[in-house]
């Protein structure tokens, strides 16, 4: 694997999944030059990457025929277990000296079962999910947390810089991801703080504006507080990240938690509070549609005057 | 109230309550060159402040009748009503024209009181609680979070700036003592998902340092995470705000809550762990000795190096 010189002209890429996220990381490396091959389930979505140069590979097996490093964006990790260990997936079709990197949010053990059955092909394969969301994909600001080997991870380091600032390997395989899931565990709990803060004023009857000019730099100030909540007092619940993607994160955090035999009540709570956020129809909200979930419980209205 | 210009040598200020916060803000009032008289149940503590040139009154009434402006900064609303409203308390040795600010953290309908029983007596009185720790408070630093008369706290508000830097009137009386309660229950939950997630981290066996590196200045950032989280990892449970202060704070939000029809799971189950981190003989711990709680519960071991 070290003798792979990652350079354009040199390296050839392969990107698996051209949603949101992926359409905008799959850019960067087309914009830095590299050659690139994508592969998408809906193949109209990855049209405008082949517009910028890409090339559009028909199957999996086709698309890593072409590749050199191959990356994974996908959806849930029953997608990366199909695209990576099925019949008609990546290691059916990968030969001795190929790279993996899937960036998916997805479970360790999965993580950890890839990179084993990767290395018995002499294919290396890294876990490296990121956060950052749309805008962080699209400004190539991403925090990137990676698993996997160290010379593997430092080969790869200039294709990961050319789609985040902060680029941390966390330990060998799964430590990517399951660094993603202590960054959920703490979005999740918090969420719960900042909604319950909002009602709580509220109920009160204070200005919601004037309060956040209180609380918002001190010691309760939070990422979710000063860029979530005045989304949810605007009642703008446009997705910046969706409901039914980060409950399957809390849910791939609870099931290595309960395999580590680990209590969360925290983390538990949120999973149901937002379980309540997809039973009341937000399921394609962003996730600060939890504000709503708690005013029904509490009989409250809320405005959304802005949502979709 | 109007009439009453703040300025050195011309306001007389009284200050009850010099405990840890109350001698650091009391020293700055002292420091701008008011004439200022102490109280303080247990004397002793005043003294520093009395070499410093405060006059030391012997009872609530001597220093009512000293001062223009009487502050307090006392330990819980019991404390407030007898010092403010009971039969040697301020109120009964008030004269017309006097202003009360009370800045201890203490319930918002105490607070209304509290401002309808001083308007009979012709005074005027302002809830001010502040946030900043310690620190803030020796750095006059704080937010403080004011409810009360638009005018009386504009003539406050030279005095204030001497001991804050964000300095908020929230609305009516109460209202400071509300967007309290609103900063407490931020930080109640999210304490639980910055410990949370250290507990994930430490049982999947990554190193905590480098997961900070990778979670801390994204969308899972806070306060709590940057400052209370490398002190938990530290082993270091120092009190910078007592566990056992903040169970009274978070119970009169839960209270505030109860009598405003409105269910707070979240601070509900925040309370119930930092109960259990009383339990457990941490009162006079710092608030981030919830890690031990959960770690207990978990029947996990915590570093507890640098902990008294």
Not at 110 to 118: D, G, K, P, S
Not at 129 to 150: N, Q, W, Y
Request: glycine share 12%.
């Amino acid at each position: 694997m070290s003798e792979l010189a990652i350079a354009p002209g040199q390296t050839r890429l392969g990107w698996i999944g051209t949603g949101v996220m992926g359409a905008s990381m799959c850019g960067h490396l087309l914009d830095a030059g590299y050659q690139t091959t994508c592969f998408n389930r809906s193949p109209e979505k990855a049209e405008p990457l082949v517009a910028r140069g890409a090339s559009l590979a028909g199957s999996v097996a086709e698309l890593v025929a072409q590749s050199d490093v191959v990356f994974t964006m996908l959806g849930y990790p029953q997608d990366v277990r199909q695209v990576v260990l099925g019949s008609d997936g990546i290691l059916a079709a990968a030969r001795s000296g190929m790279v993996l990197v899937d960036m998916t949010t997805s479970q360790p053990s999965l993580a950890m079962e890839i990179a084993e059955a990767a290395e018995r092909q002499g294919v290396a394969a890294v876990d490296a999910p990121v956060s950052g969301g749309d805008v962080g994909a699209r400004e190539a600001r991403l925090s990137i947390m990676i698993g996997g080997r160290e010379e593997v991870v430092r080969t790869l380091t200039p294709l990961l810089e050319l789609l985040g600032t902060t680029i941390v390997r966390q330990g060998g395989p799964g430590a990517g991801q399951h660094t993603k899931m202590v960054n959920q565990t703490l979005i999740a709990t918090n969420m719960i703080g900042v909604c319950e803060a909002l009602l709580y004023a509220q109920a009160a009857e204070l200005d919601l504006e004037t309060v956040l000019r209180s609380v918002a730099s001190g010691a309760a100030g939070s990422w979710s507080l000063s860029n979530l909540a005045p989304r949810m007092m605007g009642g703008d619940f446009a997705p910046g990240f969706f409901v039914e993607h980060f409950i399957k994160d809390m849910g791939i955090a609870l099931d290595e938690a309960n395999r580590m035999g680990l209590a969360l009540p925290g983390l538990a709570l949120a999973r149901q509070l937002y379980e309540a956020v997809r039973a009341q129809g937000h399921a394609r909200d962003g996730t600060q549609a939890l504000i709503l979930a708690l005013a029904t419980l509490n009989a409250r209205t809320w405005p959304t005057g802005a949502s979709g």
